[in-house]
DNA sequence: GACGTTTAGGCAAACGTTTGCCAAAACTGT
DNA sequence: ACAGTTTTGGCAAACGTTTGCCTAAACGTC
């Protein structure tokens, strides 16, 4: 209905100017009698007035809009974590734009100079990549927080666990169940998060009394963490000495394991334990023998965007770590 | 490193107006001479210049983005649907803001009035539910498609398979092998698309000799499809004639069932064979034992940005029916 | 050479918002 | 009553783009 009213449109309503309409709008409220003030508010009730973020943006030189650029969308645990963080933008008042970029450089780049050229608010990079234009865009004044992985570039805020002290979890459990032969499943080009996880892992069981060399390990490669751990587990299972319990850095990674191990005749958790970091909802339903390590991804929108409101606030980026659990 | 480069700064470098380099850029070349227009492309090239959306989005009262609403973005069809809509969307030279509406329609509804306030240039409208303020965005001009679910509130292109035709498909399959005991799990208050899967399905096995009544049937509650398949499954294990196959109207279903299965002691594909709808790349690995109708989602992104496109162009809106097959 | 037509390109207004600056009017204290 | 201060609010410029209209110059025709 409200076609084009603007700030001309309750201006006239109220008797008043665009700028003091404007100056309301705005919360600058002492620029304004009370009485006027409250002949503007219900002008603009009456009219039904929304601010044109076009012209908002042109004269501020900013928008509302937050661009989340996801490293892989089919990937359900940053599906999740855009979900959320669309969530909590909202309530803030933002408006999300999503790319996917693949995991590939030059696609992150050119969404990289397509968003500044937007003039977007805020940028969330979920599992960023090491590219030309991220380095030069922290410089762009821009905020930036990095989810799940940390700036490959540079600083910058973090958001996400500490992927060192889950692994170290998962190794003490495995110590505690009384696992004689671990193996570990990860991404061969893999990220920070991957790495600092195998790495907590495998130094826990050093510290524990399993030396380096005796805990396995499996790679695999690819986009795709279900074929990493499909590809990752093929060597461990044809092994004489075979694992009898396996941390997979992600959900998708264990199920990859789990059906290299239904080819294999391998039964989990007996004879072979299987855990996993991730944890999302869905294990329950289609993975009932998996025990994992649960990241909170629903808070991680929260998260993002008070992250996010402190750059803006001119606060030194501190890391955002969150609490992990079994589950 | 190009921090503010408008048309001015593409003028001046020319020597030309602001006027020419505008047109140029909008490709109306016949109001320069050829000599002009390469010397502008050139400027344009020595100073980096793009276009700043928010001018235009002012003077031409819409902008390049689009907005996706989905129901659900937990739900991996519909974040495969925005995962392919996504990169459609870039490829024609749109930026994609995505909501998640969680099926509720006030926030459809809040949604949809923030997207108009955005000017947007497209709707897409993913398992939309009816709401006051659906149907007056119809009216407002702004090109709108909808997916998997028809418009609940009037007419709409739709994008989507001919889901009564998926429903027949199954029941083919179903007394072609042989089953006594059809039945058919689905979400109580389902969508259009539940409800044409489930009648095609039930119409089909009518036509070849089983009575409707004899079809079992369950239903859900709920948002979750998980959950919809694990109370809807319920009553249909506990009876003496048990079901020897079983439709679900979506893999997450498929998923719920199968847990209440395992927890029966009833087992899948034999003595109860399970089919579902949807088909996501996510069965091959932690459902194996499931077979398929396979919506073709990858494509949907490319099929709703052509029918956007057709809109904007004045067709008159024709329905996009996608080929589904078993997968 | 006079006249009409095309070509090439500039001027300026408009889109909606914000904000520095200015000007009345209303107060204050004496 | 008067000077000084605060309150209240308007004017106008600016952000970058698009486009209707205008004007020269160049071209063509007789």
Redesign the interface.
């Known amino acids: 209905?409200p076609a084009d009213v603007s700030l001309a449109t309750v201006a006239a309503q109220a008797g008043v100017s665009v700028s003091t309409v404007s100056r309301i709008v705005n919360g600058e409220t002492r620029r304004a009698s009370p009485a006027t003030v409250q002949r503007v508010r219900d002008a603009i009730e009456a009219v039904g007035y929304?601010?044109?973020?076009?012209?908002r943006?042109?004269r501020r030189g900013e928008?509302q809009?937050v661009a989340v650029l996801a490293a892989n969308?089919?990937n359900?645990a940053m599906?999740?974590i855009?979900?959320s963080t669309?969530?909590a933008l909202?309530e803030a008042g933002y408006?999300?734009?999503?790319?996917?970029t693949h995991d590939r450089p030059e696609l992150q780049d050119e969404?990289l100079?397509?968003m500044r050229?937007?003039?977007v608010g805020g940028l969330v990079m979920i599992a960023a990549v090491a590219s030309p234009g991220l380095a030069?865009m922290a410089g762009a004044g821009v905020p930036m927080v990095f989810v799940t992985r940390r700036n490959p570039v540079g600083p910058g805020l973090f958001v996400g666990i500490d992927d060192r002290a889950a692994g170290a979890a998962v190794a003490d459990r495995f110590v505690a169940a009384g696992c004689r032969r671990p193996a570990v499943v990860f991404p061969r080009r893999g990220s920070s998060a991957s790495r600092d996880r195998v790495a907590g892992f495998v130094d826990r069981l050093a510290a524990l009394g399993v030396a380096s060399e005796a805990v396995l390990r499996g790679e695999g490669d690819g986009l795709s963490h279900?074929q990493v751990g499909y590809d990752g587990s093929a060597a461990l299972f044809e092994r004489a000495d075979r694992p009898d319990a396996v941390l997979c850095v992600s959900d998708q990674i264990a199920?990859?394991l789990?059906?290299r191990a239904?080819e294999a005749g391998i039964g989990i958790p007996d004879p072979c334990c299987v855990v996993s970091i991730d944890g999302t909802p869905?294990n329950?339903?289609?993975?009932?023998w998996l025990a994992s390590v649960r990241i909170p991804y629903p808070v991680y929108g929260a998260e993002i965007v008070a992250g996010l409101e402190a750059i803006r606030r001119g606060e030194a980026p501190a890391e955002r770590l969150l609490p992990f659990a079994f589950g």
């Open positions: 209905m929304r601010p044109n973020p076009a012209g943006a042109l928008t809009l969308l089919d359900p599906a999740t855009a979900s669309e969530a909202r408006v999300m734009i999503l790319c996917d969404y100079a397509a050229v937007q003039r030069e279900l199920y990859g789990a059906r239904r869905l329950q339903w289609v993975a009932p």
